[in-house]
Each structure stands twice: as structure tokens, then as C-alpha cells.
């Protein structure tokens, strides 16, 4: 999405579709607006009133656990009412079109949408016929984006070191089906990370286009060395054609985060990961669970970050 | 319904079943409700406390997108709570009798039950059987009444053109299978508009004793001749039977509304359907979202009268 | 579970999972519980602010319909959000276990896990995987417990019959696969009933064993003599395999509850059932509607007895 549709006329943000192009005064307005809702919350774990008579909707085309649930979350604990919006059982099988479900669903004063869609360009599509003063939030379209995961990973790692420009980051595993790894990327490189590091088996790494201002490094041993962060990425076997990966087994062997390799990062290396894990797929149960890792952090910091830009999207 | 059956010994509306025989004074009532409760909404955007503490329990059995969340946010925006019935997964499946799940919500003391089903009769079925101070509400019965849709109707036109009796309004397409098209007649004729006229294939239209007090008019560029209304129904196409319309585009060519028929009516004629539409099949796009149409205005308006169906029938 | 690992180190009672070995005074504070919040209900029919801020998660990975919704109505009765965790469309179909999804729940600050499987022993796993101070309330483990409904049929027994010591109580029906009855036993002896006594047919009852303290009479007729209160189990279609029962009009015939059997029991003798009741199955309508019936008086006391739960568990 151009600059321009994502921000209003005043250039404060109007949707979060994707953080390509996102100031990083807005990111970082963001994430310390999600530090003083953490804040808030740790001290009182009351709701707040601040979007009390709002209305939040769950847009969700796709399966998800963690991120409806977390919106629903972050909504309601600002006072929002949240519609979950079964598709399935909705009138979109009576062929109703998305821009209609949209309008219809506008014209009943909702104040959000938080779309997750397999197409690609599905949220920046409804951000664009959007006709009242109604947000829209992508939680994930097809391989494209993931902005609010972006966020939170952004938000994770700056609560353990604040200084990006030190940092080497390391983003392993299914690079070319993940959203998650492009708006990492987009955060990471905007809020001025020293080192931005990928590393893929060949045929699960996009283009170098794709991937603006990371070193490439194939072998995952050699891609530790240095680093702070190392952020592994799900094997996304529902979007992967057949053969793409020719073994679980064979692909932990070489992707797989076991403590052994932990050892070749930093001696303090963050071990984040968007999940749902596979363990022993990708990484292994020992490292998921273990001392480095922030993977549930990350959990928890999502509700604050959605609640962060939930707030600030609806004005208040 | 019998008119005592739906009103209670002191003559108040008890439960909401069909607008048949509901008494002017009744919808006036509803319908000048409605319209306090818009502007308390609209001045506030706030949630109201009318029916804290209350539940009302959304038990739709057909899949619906827009009449279930409208009831959700109506209850919600009046401070009641709500139970999505999600009849697929419920004890429904173990056998229970629809009456025996009635009873035990209202042993739970849940106080208004929002009811769709694909047979006709089942709210009035329902109304019959509740035994606490509960309210049953229509919210569609096969193709025999959906009163909110008919009351948002009549409030839609009514904000437009408030001197009904000097108005035509013509309802046409799938008269036969439409419950909303009996509730338009039921209401628009009980508070006395001048000519109530419907339109459609002879194959789609029910005995002229079900269409009280209407012209019958087969011919659709005909009857648009004087219309100050036109209410374009939905094709239901999943209501039909094989074959009793030959094919979509021989369907929209006689009865389709377009840009050329819609000059035929009066210049100011108000467009309406009660969605969700099937574009170019019983209607044009540039009709359904031209300067006349007042589709999404009666999707935001069946908000407020839900809101005031629920708040009046629960008596505060 | 052992005692220890359902109380705390302070001996207060932290999940519920089984009413075996819990103690008698914390049955009662809870029963108490549910009393004065059931007056408190009556006299305002407003919700409570108790758990304002807290957020309790329905994970049911059985269908159902009552007992979620009371959890439903108890938590927001007590001012907590709900999340209904729809497990077909989760992330379990990803393939998370069932552990990580607990984890991620409560790394968002959930407090409180209703669970309902079909495998025994569901709900201990997980409380024994909880890493935060989130409570895990058992809502039905597949033979094994049930102990909200334990706890409400006492309840709704003692607000008839406050002198356990005197009372016979009759448990009739597929007694094998009934988590209910067990739990009944466990509450009914632990709060001092005179007299247990179950009835089934030789293939639906367990070992003895597994019925502490109970008298075993197989004739139906004979059972009833001198029963104060009578409790009949659903017939388990769904958990039988095929031919336990040779027919449900043979099974009604020889422990069906009709009004001539009812008849052997003592006069003023109370007929519970947890639900769905299958009618003409295990229980005569007459009977199942008939003045000595309490069927829904339970359902409305179940809300009752969840709020107690909560409110206990949650520390407030």
C-alpha cells in the first residue's frame, strides 16, 4: 500500500495494512504506546474505557488461534464490543461480496475490521472501499503482511535491547510463504537494526529484491554467528506445494534450532518465533522452552501492541 | 399470531412475532423509539445501560450475516450481554427438543430469545412454549414474517416521506418465497400508505389472498408508474426450486431494476432492498449504490430498531 | 487428582478438576457462595463487577450446550469477559498440542480455563501444565467428572432437604459412562447423604469399586422404595458401543421414570436429571414436567454454583 492510502491527509495512520512504507515515528509512537498499555495494565488489571461504545470486528477467512484471540482480547480490554464474524456460517455463502459485507457491516457504525485473508492484498483491498471512518487492520494476508506481528516482534526485542543499531537479527526458515518474516524485516529495518541476517533452504527464499537490506546466508551455522536475535520462522506446510521440503527429519537437520546450534549465537541470544511451534521441526522443545526464549513474551506482547494500535487507529 | 398472543393481558407487546394485526399504535411506538434512541446514538456513541444485566440469546438455526450481528450489536449497544446459539454445535445434536433448549435458557434466566428458522411458525411455536417473563422475537420464519425488516422498512420510508398515506410504494420480485415482502405489506399497509403494489412472475407470486389490500401488476415497467418507493426483494435463489426461473439474465431482463426503469418511477423514487443483494441479477449496481438507494440506510437503521424492539419488549 | 495438587499450599482450593477428596468445608463455601449469589442476582438482576478485568476461556472440545452457556452467563454475570474458543476452526487444526494452546492463553493473561473433552483426565493434565496463577475448572472429562454438576445437584438438593443425614438419594441409569454420577457420589457422600444408592442394568454399571459407599440394587422398582430424592442419568447413546442396550423401549421398560413408579418412591421425593433428558427414554414427560421435578431448577442453579466457582477460584 502507497504511504499515502495508509496515512490520512494529516499523515497520522488511518489503517495499519503493512509496515513497507510505515514512518518510523509511527512505529515507534506505537510501540510506546504499547508500553504505557502495559504499564496500565499491570498496575490495575482492569479493562480500560477508552473505545467503550466501539464496535471491533473479526474479519478472520482463515484458521487462527492466537492473533482473533488476541485482537478479541486487546478490543475488549479497551472497552470495545467485538464481533467474531463466523464465515463460514455467514451470508458470504449466500455469495455476498466482501465490499458488501464491508459496507453492510460499516453501515451498522462498526469502527474496525481486522481482516486475515489467504489472498494476498485482501486488507489494503477493503482499506481502500472503506466509506466511513472505519479502520481496517491486516492480520495477515496471504504471504504479504503481518504488520501487527511485526510490531510486537519489534516491541519483544526492544524491551531486551533497546539498541537497535547494535544488533544482528537473524531470520531463519520458510522466508518465501512468510508474512511474518516480511514486516519483520520492514520493522526492523526502519527502526535502524545494525544487522538484518536471512537464512532458507534455496527454494523457500524469495527473490534478494524481496528481502531489502538483509545479508543472505544459506547455512544456518554460519548465520548464527553474532547473533543477538534469531527469530525462526514456522514451516508453513498448509501453503507449501508437495516436495518442497523433502523431510520433516532432513529439514530439522539442517534448519532446525537445537541447543547445540543456540551455542554458535551470542551467549544471550533472544530466541523468538511467531508460532504455533512444530517442535522438532523447527526448532526444538529444549530451546522453545528454554532460558533464551521469548516466544510466549511475544504472546503477551501482542495483546498489548494490537490494544496500542487499535487505540490510537480509532483516535483516542 | 393472534393479536392476544402476541400482546399481553394489559394490551403491551410481549412478544414480537408478526406485524399481522399488530395494532398502528404498537409500531408507532416502536418506530418513534427507534428514532429517540438514532439520536441518543448519535449524539453519544455510547453504550446505553438500559438492559444491563439482561441476556438475550441470538438462536438462529438459518446461517445470516447481517440480522444476527445487527441483533448482537443492538443488545450489546443497550448494554445487555449476548449468547451466540450456535445451533451446529449445540445439544440440538444430542437429540434436545427445540422446546426443552428453551426452557433450560430460560432457567438460566436469559430474558429475550432472537429466533431464525427455515419453518414457518417456529417463533410463534417458541412464544407459545416460554413459561418466565422471556420475549420471543422473530427474526425470520420461513417465508412467512420477519417483522424487525418490515418495521425498518416502514422507518426508513418514514424518515424519507413521513405522510405515508400520500405515497405508492411497490414491492417487487420473489413476492412467493419473501417474508420480508409479508412484513413490508403488513406494516406499510397497517400505517396507511395510499397504494401498496406489488410486482412479479406470475410463477413468483403467492394467491391474492395473501397480498392484502395490494395491486397486482405483472408487467414491471408498468407497475413503476408513480412509485414513490420501489422495495426490490432478493432472488432466494436457495428457496427455489428447480427451474421456476429460467435463468438469472432472462430474469434481470424483466424484473431486474435498472437506470432506463428506474426513470419510470417518480424522479425522487427511494430504492430499497433488504440485502444481501444479488448484483445484476434483481438489480444494478449503479442502481444498488446510486444517489436514490437507501439499502445501507436501512441496514444502519435496523440497528436502532432492534434496539428499540429489544428495549421496549423487555420493558424498560 | 490428589488432594494436594487441587488446593494450594494454603489449602485453598486453586483448580477444580474432581469433587473425590475434596474436603466437606470447601464444598460447603461453595454451596454458601452460590446462595448468596443467587440472592444477590434475585434482588438486583444486575451483574457484578467481581471479576471485572479477568478473562475466562470456554475450551470445549465436546459439543455442548448447557453447560458451556452456564459457564457462558456465570462469567459475565461476574463482570468477566468470555472467549469461546472454537477448537474446530483453531489452531489445533494446525496441529498445536493441547499444552502449547494452554500456554499461549495464559501468556495473554487469561485467568480462568473451563474444560470439556472426551478423554478422562483432560482438565488435570492441563492443571498440572499451568504455569500462571490461571485456574482449570473441570466441565466434564469423559467418564470420569463433572464436578460443577456434582456440586449443583447437592446444592439444588439442599436448598430442599438441608439434612443430608437423613436422605436417600437413588442415582438410576447408564451409571458406566456417567461423569455426572460420579461426581454426585463424590459430593452426596462427602456432605453426609444416609443412603446412596445407584441402579442400572448389570452391563451399565461399573465395579463396584468405583462406587464408594454405595448400595448396588438392580431392580428398578425396588430401588425406588424410600427414595427421598431420585436422580436419573441420560442414556449415553453417544458413548455406548453398539448393543449395550437392546432397545430403548426395553430400557424404558425396566428403568424408565414414569408416574406409576415415581409412586414407590416417598411422597414429596425429588426427580433430578443433569440433562438433556431423553424423553420416553429414561424418563416419562409426566414426570420429567411434573410438580416433583427440579430438571430446570437445576439448570438455574448451575449458573448459581459457577459463579461460586469462579469467584472462589479467581480469589475474589
Redesign the interface.
Known amino acids: 500500500m502507497t504511504r499515502s492510502a495508509q496515512l490520512d491527509t494529516h499523515r497520522r495512520l488511518r489503517h495499519l495494512i503493512s509496515l513497507e512504507n510505515l514512518p518510523a515515528a509511527e512505529m515507534l509512537r506505537l510501540l510506546d504506546r504499547a508500553e504505557s498499555l502495559r504499564q496500565e495494565?499491570f498496575a490495575?488489571?482492569?479493562?480500560l474505557d477508552l473505545l467503550?461504545?466501539?464496535?471491533v470486528v473479526n474479519l478472520f477467512f482463515e484458521?487462527?488461534?492466537?492473533t482473533r484471540?488476541?485482537f478479541?482480547?486487546a478490543a475488549?480490554?479497551l472497552g470495545a464490543?467485538v464481533?467474531n464474524?463466523d464465515i463460514?456460517?455467514?451470508?458470504?455463502?449466500?455469495?455476498?461480496?466482501l465490499v458488501?459485507?464491508l459496507?453492510?457491516?460499516?453501515?451498522?457504525?462498526?469502527d474496525a475490521f481486522v481482516v486475515r485473508h489467504k489472498e494476498n492484498g485482501t486488507a489494503e483491498f477493503l482499506a481502500r472501499h472503506v466509506r466511513s471512518a472505519a479502520a481496517v487492520i491486516n492480520a495477515g494476508d496471504g504471504n504479504n503482511a503481518h504488520p501487527t506481528q511485526g510490531l510486537l516482534d519489534a516491541y519483544t526485542i526492544r524491551r531486551h535491547r533497546p539498541d537497535f543499531s547494535a544488533l544482528t537479527v537473524l531470520i531463519c526458515g520458510d522466508i518465501l510463504h512468510s508474512r511474518v518474516a516480511r514486516s519483520d524485516i520492514h520493522a526492523l529495518r526502519t527502526l535502524g537494526v545494525g544487522t538484518l541476517r536471512v537464512c532458507a533452504p534455496a527454494n523457500l527464499l524469495p527473490a534478494q529484491t524481496e528481502l531489502p537490506g538483509c545479508e543472505i546466508v544459506e547455512d544456518f551455522d554460519t548465520a548464527l554467528g553474532g547473533a543477538d536475535v534469531v527469530i525462526m520462522l514456522r514451516l508453513q506446510k498448509?501453503r507449501m506445494q508437495h516436495a518442497q521440503v523433502p523431510s520433516e527429519q532432513a529439514y530439522y537437520a539442517r534448519y532446525g534450532l537445537d541447543a547445540r546450534r543456540l551455542r554458535l549465537a551470542r551467549p544471550d541470544c533472544l530466541v523468538m518465533h511467531p508460532?504455533?511451534?512444530?517442535?522438532e521441526v523447527e526448532i526444538a522443545s529444549a530451546v522453545a522452552d528454554g532460558a533464551q526464549s521469548c516466544i510466549?513474551?511475544q504472546?503477551?506482547n501482542?495483546?498489548f501492541v494490537r490494544m496500542a494500535v487499535l487505540a490510537e487507529l480509532l483516535g483516542t
Open positions: 495494565w490495575n488489571r482492569r479493562k467503550h461504545g466501539r464496535t484458521p487462527s488461534t492466537r484471540t488476541s478479541d482480547l475488549k480490554r464490543d464481533i464474524f463460514a456460517s455467514s451470508s458470504t455463502s449466500k455469495g455476498e461480496s458488501d459485507t459496507h453492510t457491516l460499516e453501515a451498522m457504525h462498526c498448509e508460532g504455533p511451534i512444530n517442535r510466549l513474551e504472546v503477551g501482542g495483546v
